[in-house]
């Protein structure tokens, strides 16, 4: 693991350039995608947000990371799946209660 601040939560919108990729509508999740670029080692990170307006403490969000190769081809609706398949990512948000940690496996950005 890197040494950068953008391997540590929390993270701090100041050290990211970001580029949306669109909304995933699966699941009518209207899940927010974007790329983010560390304006420090240049790395770059899919960030996926979801939040439900009628559930209190509904907040997620996921961020793994991503190359230039992978992000090519990258769709709204296949960010879940991605973020599934990498060795880790972090999660945070008011659902899990947490500003940043690390995980693996299942993204739980549905209801």
Request: a neutral charge; charged letters at 25%.
């Amino acid at each position: 693991m890197s040494n950068c601040p953008c391997h540590s939560p929390p993270f701090h919108y100041l050290s990211f350039k970001s580029a949306p990729v669109g909304v995933d509508e699966t699941e009518g999740r209207y899940g927010d995608v974007s790329v983010e670029t560390c304006v420090h080692c240049g790395q770059k990170w899919l960030r996926y947000h979801v939040e439900y307006e009628a559930f209190t403490a509904s907040g997620r969000r996921f961020r793994g990371l991503i190359s230039d190769e992978q992000l090519v081809a990258l769709k709204p609706e296949d960010a879940v799946p991605f973020l599934e398949k990498l060795l880790w990512y972090f999660k945070g948000g008011s659902y899990f209660g947490t500003a940043g940690e690390r995980s693996s496996g299942a993204v739980r950005a549905s209801l």
